[in-house]
């Protein structure tokens, strides 16, 4: 059976700190002679994975948006939901909850909230299929708000500065596209939203998290350095079982 590798990228494929990724470059040349994709598995937007995926030479589909949807050439199979009928369902709420959103306000606000740089910020808010938004309200409407979130049919994710509104999707349920293939998957991610993709997976691996955050997930393999040099351990580690051919490129 042939071998797929889906990764997140912050935490797993890029370091935490400073988004470097030379350590993972002798498995993607690996990787690359034995003819196994990589298919990344982001919340960031398509256009941000687009501006960095020429550096890695990656050439396969993609996943963006926490599931939302998959870009296979021409082809793009959507999950979730547009970001219009996300924004159509909150303008409402508005009245009722304390919030801002990205459609909000302008690329010096964004770049204020997230501390990007003016055209990554831009490629942020390129978004098709979600609404960060910063919560400005009590911890009982946000709860509140979740709820009414989940009864419309979409769902809501919190990450460290936002508050997610996107579609009922998550990293997991993309994988089911690449089934037919008849591919055995090796998932690799960091954090909570990419829980359902490692349990999706054939093989699913845990990359170290900086700091003391844990990944509580039963059954699955573990990195002990954290970021690239964790995704390169593992990766090496698995395919040498595998018994996947050495590159013989000189990366270093």
Not at 34 to 48: C, F, G, H, M, Y
Not at 61 to 73: M, Q, R, W
Not at 83 to 92: K, S, T, V
Not at 227 to 235: I, K, L, S, V
């Amino acid at each position: 059976m042939k071998l797929m590798v889906v990764s997140d990228l912050d935490g797993t494929l890029l370091d935490h700190d400073d988004y470097s990724y030379e350590a993972v470059l002798p498995v993607l040349d690996r990787m690359d002679e034995a003819a196994i994709p990589l298919v990344v598995n982001t919340s960031k937007t398509r256009a941000e994975w687009l501006a960095m995926r020429r550096d890695f030479g990656n050439v396969d589909p993609y996943i963006v948006e926490n599931g939302s949807a998959i870009y296979d050439g021409e082809k793009v199979e959507v999950f979730g939901v547009s970001r219009a009928d996300i924004l159509d369902f909150l303008n409402p709420l508005r009245s009722k909850f304390k919030f801002t959103g990205y459609s909000d306000v302008g690329v010096p606000e964004i770049i204020k909230w997230t501390g990007l740089g003016r055209q990554s910020a831009e490629r942020s808010a390129d978004r098709h299929f979600s609404e960060p938004l910063v919560w400005q309200d009590t911890p009982e409407k946000e709860e509140e708000f979740c709820k009414m979130v989940k009864a419309s049919g979409l769902m809501t994710l919190r990450g460290g500065r936002f508050l997610h509104v996107l579609g009922e999707t998550d990293k997991g349920r993309p994988l089911k596209y690449f089934r037919d293939q008849k591919v055995a998957i090796i998932a690799l991610g960091d954090r909570p939203n990419d829980l359902a993709m490692l349990e999706a997976a054939d093989i699913g691996v845990v990359i170290k998290a900086p700091g003391d955050f844990v990944l509580e997930a039963e059954g699955m393999l573990r990195s002990t350095e954290t970021g690239p040099r964790g995704w390169a351990e593992m990766m090496t580690q698995i395919f040498d079982q595998l018994q996947i051919p050495q590159s013989t490129t000189n990366n270093g």
